[in-house]
């Protein structure tokens, strides 16, 4: 069966990670429902469709990732849906939040704040999921460059699990840009570019005028 899953991989030319692979993944789904908590938050005003059928969408995913014997191929694809949903879900709820906030819709101060935190606290669970599923489907040509991985004193089988790209998404998020951790292929660009301008547009704009119509 490896040997079938290695041809595969050789013919797509994407090494995917070994589906019985070390790093744990107990911390990668309960970030995912975290972020799915974080979508109930919001008001349905707020939120593509029924913020209700959008999580329960999210749960069979998650349960079929979990339960369902996949391929390693196929447990990336229901993944790569799974967080493009999601990813989805969170920029609609922002521009419907934006709409709010110049008198498209009505909606409680209250709300738009509690939504603002919701989106922006997403934004990074989000785009943290995406560095470490895209940086973990190729070996020969990283991502990223962390620190450790261009210092000498550092054990040089180091690799990083998801809680490093978790950083990276938490520091591009309050910075806006790279800190210690630097992109360095065109998708790892546009990822953290994309990311910056969502977390810019909610804490300048939508925080602030949240805030603004509370005092």
Same mark, same amino acid.
């Given at each position: 069966m490896r040997d079938i899953l290695k041809s595969v991989m050789q013919l797509s030319q994407i090494h995917y990670k070994d589906i019985n692979g070390k790093e744990s993944r107990w911390h990668i789904v309960l970030a995912i429902f975290v972020a799915i908590g974080l979508g109930l938050l919001l008001s349905n005003q707020l939120t593509f469709n029924s913020k209700y059928a959008i999580a329960g969408l999210?749960?069979?995913? %998650? %349960?079929?990732? %979990?339960?369902?014997?996949?391929s390693a191929a196929a447990k990336r694809f229901f993944a790569i849906v799974l967080l493009a949903i999601i990813?989805?879900?969170?920029? #609609?709820?922002?521009?419907?939040? #934006?709409?709010?906030?110049f008198g498209g819709l009505k909606v409680d101060g209250h709300e738009l704040l509690i939504s603002s935190v919701a989106i922006y606290l997403t934004n990074i669970i989000v785009f943290?999921?995406?560095?470490?599923?895209?940086?973990?489907?190729?070996?020969?040509?990283p991502d990223f460059l962390f620190p450790q991985q261009s210092n000498i004193k550092v054990d040089p089988h180091w690799k990083p699990t998801f809680f490093d790209y978790l950083y990276?998404?938490?520091?591009?998020a309050t910075a806006f840009s790279p800190t210690d951790t630097l992109p360095l292929t065109h998708r790892g660009k546009l990822l953290?570019?994309?990311?910056?301008?969502?977390?810019?547009?909610?804490?300048?704009?939508?925080?602030a005028r949240a805030v603004n119509i509370l005092s």
């Open positions: 999210e749960l069979l995913l %998650i %349960i079929l990732l %979990i339960f369902v014997p996949f990813s989805i879900v969170n920029l #609609i709820s922002l521009g419907l939040v #934006i709409a709010a906030l943290g999921l995406w560095y470490w599923e895209l940086d973990n489907t190729r070996e020969a040509v990276v998404s938490v520091t591009n953290m570019g994309a990311q910056s301008v969502v977390s810019l547009v909610t804490v300048a704009l939508v925080v």
